[in-house]
C-alpha cells in the first residue's frame, strides 16, 4: 500500500556532497504521520542505521555521519532527503530509505520499519 523511491545517488570524489531523496506515495500515505530513515548496505557488510526523524521531527544520526550528513523531511511533497557533504569512500554503498518504525527510539534500527525503497547506489573514490 506504501511505496518508496529513491534518487540522487551516483559517482563522486571524496570530500564531494550528494543529495538523496526519496518520495513515499500510497492511498493512505502521509510522511508527515510516519518516522523515515535512511539506511546503507556496502559489500560484505551488514545494513547500517544512517538517519533518521520521527513524525515530531526528532533526529538521530550514526556517529560516523555526525557533522556530515543532515537528513530532513518535506511533508508536503511526502519526501524524505538526505544531504551528505564531504563524503569519504567509505560511505560509498547502496542507500535505501524506510518508514514507519515501531517508535521513535528505533530510529536507527532497520528491522522495526515496516516499508522500504528500492535504493540508490552512492559511490565515493578517493
Known amino acids: 500500500q506504501v511505496q518508496l523511491v529513491e534518487s540522487g545517488g551516483g559517482s563522486v570524489q571524496a570530500g564531494g556532497s550528494l543529495r538523496l531523496s526519496c518520495v513515499g506515495s500510497g492511498d493512505t500515505y502521509r510522511s508527515s504521520n510516519y518516522c523515515m530513515g535512511w539506511f546503507r548496505q556496502a559489500p560484505g557488510k551488514e545494513r547500517e542505521g544512517v538517519a533518521g526523524i520521527d513524525s515530531g521531527g526528532q533526529i538521530s544520526y550514526a556517529d560516523s555521519v555526525k557533522g556530515r550528513f543532515t537528513i530532513s523531511k518535506d511533508n508536503a511533497k511526502n519526501t524524505l532527503y538526505l544531504q551528505m557533504d564531504s563524503l569519504k569512500p567509505e560511505d560509498t554503498g547502496m542507500y535505501y530509505c524506510?518508514?514507519?518504525?515501531?517508535?521513535?527510539?528505533?530510529?536507527?534500527?532497520?528491522?522495526?520499519?515496516?516499508?522500504w525503497g528500492q535504493g540508490t547506489q552512492v559511490t565515493v573514490s578517493s
Open positions: 524506510a518508514a514507519d518504525c515501531r517508535g521513535w527510539w528505533e530510529l536507527l534500527t532497520g528491522r522495526t520499519y515496516k516499508y
